[in-house]
């Protein structure tokens, strides 16, 4: 009931109908990491790109309309928000907030889910009933709630969010980790190490692990989207990163008071989620359909 | 019990095998339900300290002693737990700290908004998730395909909360046709499960398509296509009963999510279901409902997966008989 049952982007047999747009998914994916790259170039140095200190307020100019309104300036050139806070600033901080979680948070829930899954799927018997049953309480647990519940003890710091989505987010990983050691450790070569007298623990990392780094990059592209996505849903019900930090949710929660006259305000930090969101599920379509075609068959 | 009678209107070619098979994830439900029951108990534990929340903002130490006493809060927690979920078998979870309700009849005032919700939504993915993923499936590498395969990008990049603003400002504000609050009518629900249902369709799409190609591939459909089979039923009937089976599985765990992610619409919406409850549950320090609810939600979850089970083996004879899937 519990066990994966989606079944990859995999497809055993040659696509003679996808080559002729395999240049443009290449060209896409290039542009999606890019995109990837240079946001994490500005928000790395957001203190030197970003025109206005974040979270400096300026009274004498508040919700001043982004440059291509007619009231726009290029003084401002996405505006700025209720508090006169430069909101092309405030997004570039922002991106430090998404990147930081989404990236770290995978970090540590692979290492955890991986962990889990190569012990559960080489060893097997016992190991792997006890992985199983944990895996199965893990997807039991209603991840936002529990996050929520969490996040309102420990407070809306960056760290404690990167902790609760690192402790809840490995499940994927270990049901991948799992599937793929099982099948590796009848292969040939593993069971030459085992012959050979190596310590279990040597197979795994040496021998087992490198073959399931593919399958693994895939997951953790799609567990830094969720974790960007569930850090601004946090942030966004004021349960996630604290004012005045800036955090894309977060600057979509303030901006929906004025949803009425003002939508540009949650119009822009949303575009800005979306597109990293996008990029993100772009790159990781593309590593899984690469790797379908040079793996083929199993 | 229950499996007993779920099982008995497929018929009586159901082998040992899978009857055992039910009955062991009835028994790993039951495990895991006793685990995330451990864990919403003393994680909710973390929000706050009952007893001073029971008595009051501005009771004295002794007063909260003294509401500590009388509702068993001075017990050690192992105590507590296994009181909790004694009654909780009962049915009995105890007062809102809040509210000063039963816990029950809280959630049961709250329940229908969240089903009505998740069950449209799963509903208005299901249709257009299966069309589109079938259409992209028999259209394969083609335009319409890759527009559907755009699209559930798309989808699937688009924040729950950004996109139910974007048609509340749309529809409630910009075109006022549909309420942006309240749940007095139909219309009230439309932009929720608009909102919810987009974001569990990119799943479907992608599973109905890759399912669907792979199962036209076979030699079955050859051969009924061969026998001179109208090709449109062919897809219908042969293929596409055939595709289903994994998206049966994923719209399950689809609404598994639903409920959980009907936080964020319910929040935005003002529909005064579960979601909003568990928020702003957490947000007072509502134990007892908060542990109610995180158990209501994993149970949900753990029953779904059952009749997912149940499903999967009726749509394919194959796993009936089989002893270990």
């Known amino acids: 009931m519990f066990e994966s049952k989606t079944p990859t982007m995999r497809s055993t047999r040659a696509r003679r109908s996808f080559l002729p747009s395999l240049s443009s998914t ?44 007619d009231a726009g300036t290029w003084s401002h050139p996405l505006g ?31 290492m955890i889910g991986t962990a889990l899954g190569l012990l559960a799927g080489y060893c097997g018997g016992r190991v792997d009933a006890t992985v199983s049953f944990l895996i199965s309480v893990r997807l039991a647990m209603p991840v936002a709630l529990a996050a929520l519940a969490v996040v309102s003890v420990a407070g809306g710091s960056l760290i404690i969010i990167v902790a609760v989505l690192s402790l809840l987010l490995w499940d994927r990983f270990a049901l991948v980790a799992r599937g793929q050691a099982r099948q590796l450790r009848q292969q040939e070569f593993v069971v030459a190490a085992q012959a050979l007298g190596c310590h279990p623990l040597r197979v795994m990392i040496a021998e087992i692990l490198p073959n399931m780094k593919s399958a693994l990059v895939v997951v953790a592209t799609l567990e830094v989207a ?35 006259f003002d939508s540009w305000l949650m119009f822009i930090p949303g575009v800005a989620l979306f597109l990293l969101l996008l990029a993100v599920n ?14 083929g068959g199993k | 019990m229950k499996y007993r009678v779920s ?46 929340r029971l008595a ?16 068993g809060f001075d017990q050690p927690l192992p105590t507590q737990y296994a009181r909790w979920l004694a009654n909780g078998l009962a049915g009995e979870f105890g007062d809102s700290l809040f509210l000063k309700i039963p816990v029950t009849k809280v959630i049961a005032q709250h329940l229908p908004v969240t089903l009505y919700l998740a069950s449209a939504s799963i ?102 296509r061969a026998k001179g089979i109208p090709y449109r039923r062919v897809v219908l009937k042969h293929a596409l009963t055939n595709a289903l089976n994994p998206v049966v599985s994923v719209s399950v765990v689809q609404f598994g999510y639903m409920l959980t992610g009907s936080i964020v619409v319910e929040m935005i919406f003002a529909l005064h279901g579960v979601g909003q409850l568990a928020w702003s549950s957490i947000e007072r320090g509502d134990i007892p409902i908060i542990q109610a609810i995180i158990l209501l939600f994993s149970l949900i979850y753990v029953l779904l997966g059952i009749l997912s089970d149940i499903v999967a083996a009726w749509l394919d004879p194959k796993l009936r008989t089989a002893s270990h899937v």
């Open chain 2, 123 to 224: 509903l208005f993915s299901l249709i257009f998730g299966l069309a589109m993923g079938a259409i992209a499936a028999i259209r394969e590498g083609g335009a319409v395909d890759r527009l559907c395969l755009f699209l559930s990008l798309v989808a699937q990049a688009t924040p729950v909360f950004w996109f139910a603003l974007i048609i509340m400002a749309l529809f409630s504000f910009g075109w006022p046709i549909l309420p942006s609050s309240g749940a007095d009518s139909w219309k009230s629900f439309v932009l929720p499960t608009l909102a919810l249902g987009f974001n569990a369709m990119p799943a479907i799409i992608r599973l109905t398509r890759t399912s669907l190609i792979e199962v036209l591939k076979t030699d079955y459909i050859r051969t009924a």
């Open chain 1, 226 to 260: 969720n974790a960007i996505l569930l850090e601004s849903a946090l942030s966004f019900l004021g349960m996630g990163v604290k004012p005045p930090v800036p955090s894309w949710g977060l600057m979509i929660a303030e901006a929906k008071q004025d949803l009425l």
């Open chain 2, 56 to 71: 009051g903002e501005s009771a004295s130490a002794q007063e909260i002693a003294q509401v500590r006493e009388q509702y």
């Open chain 1, 80 to 110: 700025t928000d209720s508090l006169g806070r430069d909101y092309l600033s405030r997004l570039i901080f922002g991106a430090r907030v998404s990147l930081l979680v989404g990236f770290v948070a995978t970090f540590i829930s692979g």
């Open chain 1, 282 to 295: 772009v790159i990781g379509d593309s590593i899984g359909e690469l790797r379908t075609q040079r793996g």
């Open chain 2, 7 to 52: 099982t008995k209107p497929v018929g009586s070619d159901w082998g040992h095998g899978m009857l055992r098979y039910l009955m062991r994830k009835l028994g790993l439900g039951i495990g895991v339900l006793l685990c995330t029951s451990a864990i919403a108990f003393f994680l909710s534990f973390l929000v706050g300290d009952p007893a001073s």
């Open chain 1, 26 to 69: 290449g060209k896409t994916s290039l542009v999606a990491l890019i995109f990837v790259c240079a946001l994490g170039l500005v928000a790395t140095f957001a203190p030197i790109i970003a025109p206005y200190d974040p979270y400096k307020p300026d009274l004498a100019n508040v919700m001043m309309p982004p440059v291509w309104f």
